[in-house]
């Protein structure tokens, strides 16, 4: 079976036990995971807090720092292969996304790196001859980035680049589901030549790890994915040390289709949007808002995209839908479609769990027209399932697509621009695409409100984040 370590002060170490982690293609463990406990967290949190403190780090300048990001960026495209398939093994996502998820990641330290020298404070004209007032922008200090099972190199990525651009030291708590792409990139970080403790690997469980680092008092900076029962637990955790916090959790994403819109076009954007990374996706378009008038139609092409699938292995090139993370996953799901069917839900296609090992679950569509509140409407899944509320008005389509906690995303399909915008105005989400769904880019910032949480991941917003300011009055 595969061994991995943890990275903890510039070395590879065991934690205090070790755990198994299963093939979700398979069910059956394939590698030992070291699991950190409160010994492992107080030495990585220590050790960035002396990197933050002393050592080289403080005293590299931001382009120095901006060129070992550099360098990091082209060893994770260099190592781009080794890692998918890492991820793949470990998280059952499909090498197809995995492959190209990676060189996002790339592109992500890329940004990054160039921004660590354009982090600028500000001179203040303040009504005083004799003064010169000014702003830096200080690094905030330790940073505890803490991620799911779901695209852990990429929401790894948007806190680590930013965090480092910014002059601060992390301690990554990678998920105790999928660990190994994080354990690995430990290994590419040491290669670039990051000073010891400037960067720090862990993982382990809820209770004896993350919350052990959200606590801990040398922590200054949360940033924080995962669900919203999780984030509470991390808010009461920073209790304790007051660091501030950034919350990238769930999403329950309204993709909304009116009668005018090019259906072959959302169909596609749908049908990825939804069942991309068999969707374990925060962003999923997992309520289709539909106008009465093209219910059936486009229904009719969703489903026949949706039946029209291929799953399969993950490491195959050609499979388009994988295996859940985990089986705790797609129990959950079981169980939320089951309910939403005994609630009035109408299977529009798929929901039978496949024959066979593995934690696969099939693209499934369920028309809750008739049970808008059904619980496949109101919970995030966090799996390949659609649930379909038919509306008659614009504003009918407004008043859904906002009758949630969450404030994601949102997706509006339509040939007005003016109905555009007056959705864009009236939408409450963190992003809407219109006529597109899913796009990222390093440069654009993103994030929620509500039980999506707060802070924003990308862009130049993401940095200074990770920055506090200090101002200087200087007597002349
Ligand atoms: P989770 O909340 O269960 O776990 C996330 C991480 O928190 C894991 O590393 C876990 O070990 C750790 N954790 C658990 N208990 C903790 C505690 N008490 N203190 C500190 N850390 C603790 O999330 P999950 O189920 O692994 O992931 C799914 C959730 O993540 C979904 O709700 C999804 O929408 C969300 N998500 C959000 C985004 C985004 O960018 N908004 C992206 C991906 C996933």
Redesign the pocket.
């Known amino acids: 079976m595969d061994r991995f370590q943890l990275y903890i002060d510039g070395q590879f170490r065991d934690g205090a036990a070790t755990f198994q982690s299963l093939d979700p293609a398979t069910g059956t463990p394939w590698a030992e995971m070291p699991e950190a406990r409160e010994a492992e967290v107080n030495a990585a949190v220590t050790a960035a807090h002396r990197a933050f403190r002393s050592g080289p780090w403080p005293k590299l300048t931001a382009t120095a720092r901006g060129k070992l990001l550099m360098k990091l960026a082209d060893l994770v495209q260099a190592a781009a292969p080794r890692l998918a398939a890492l991820e793949t093994r470990d998280t059952g996502k499909i090498i197809r996304e995995t492959s190209a998820q990676i060189a996002y990641v790339a592109d992500y330290f890329r940004y990054y790196a160039g921004l660590a020298d354009k982090i600028e404070g500000a001179h203040l004209p303040i009504d005083k001859p004799d003064m010169e007032v000014w702003t830096r922008r200080e690094p905030v200090g330790v940073v505890a980035a803490?991620?799911?099972?779901?695209?852990q190199l990429f929401?790894s990525a948007v806190k680590i680049g930013p965090a480092l651009a910014a002059g601060c030291t992390v301690v990554l708590?990678?998920?105790?589901?999928g660990p190994a792409p994080m354990l690995e990139f430990a290994r590419l970080v040491h290669e670039a030549g990051f000073p010891a403790g400037v960067f720090n690997v862990i993982t382990?469980?809820?209770?004896t790890?993350?919350?052990v680092?959200?606590r801990h008092p040398l922590v200054d900076h949360i940033a924080?994915?995962?669900?919203?029962?999780?984030?509470r637990?991390?808010v009461r955790?920073s209790a304790e040390n007051l660091a501030s916090t950034s919350l990238?959790?769930?999403?329950k994403s309204p993709f909304i289709v009116f009668d005018d819109a090019d259906l072959d076009s959302a169909a596609n954007a749908q049908v990825s949007g939804i069942f991309a990374a068999t969707g374990?996706?925060?962003?999923a378009g997992s309520r289709l808002l539909v106008q009465s008038s093209v219910k059936d139609a486009f229904l009719a092409k969703l489903k026949a995209k949706a039946e029209a699938i291929r799953i399969a292995a993950p490491d195959e090139m050609t499979t388009e839908v994988g295996p859940l993370c985990t089986l705790r996953q797609r129990d959950r799901i079981e169980r939320l479609v089951a309910e939403s069917l005994t609630a009035g839900a109408r299977l529009v296609t798929g929901g039978q769990t496949p024959e066979g090992a593995g934690f696969y679950y099939p693209p499934t569509i369920l028309d809750c027209s008739s049970v808008p509140d059904a619980a496949s409407v109101t919970q995030?899944l966090?799996g390949p399932v659609l649930s379909v509320v038919a509306f008659e008005t614009e504003d009918e389509a407004l008043e859904i697509a906002n009758a949630t906690q969450y404030g994601?995303a949102s997706g509006v399909f339509t040939a007005s621009l003016t109905r555009a915008h007056r959705m864009i105005r009236g939408l409450r989400a963190g992003v809407v695409w219109v006529n597109t769904y899913r796009a990222v880019s390093p440069i654009a910032p993103?994030?929620?409100s509500g039980l999506?949480?707060h802070g924003r991941?990308g862009g130049l917003a993401a940095a200074l984040d990770y920055t506090t300011v200090k101002t200087v009055w200087l007597r002349t």
């Open positions: 803490i991620v799911p099972w779901n695209s929401l708590k990678a998920s105790e589901d382990g469980f809820g209770p790890c993350g919350a680092l959200t924080f994915t995962g669900g919203p029962e999780t984030a637990a991390v955790g990238e959790l769930g999403g374990q996706s925060c962003v995030e966090f994601l993103f994030g929620g999506s949480g991941e």
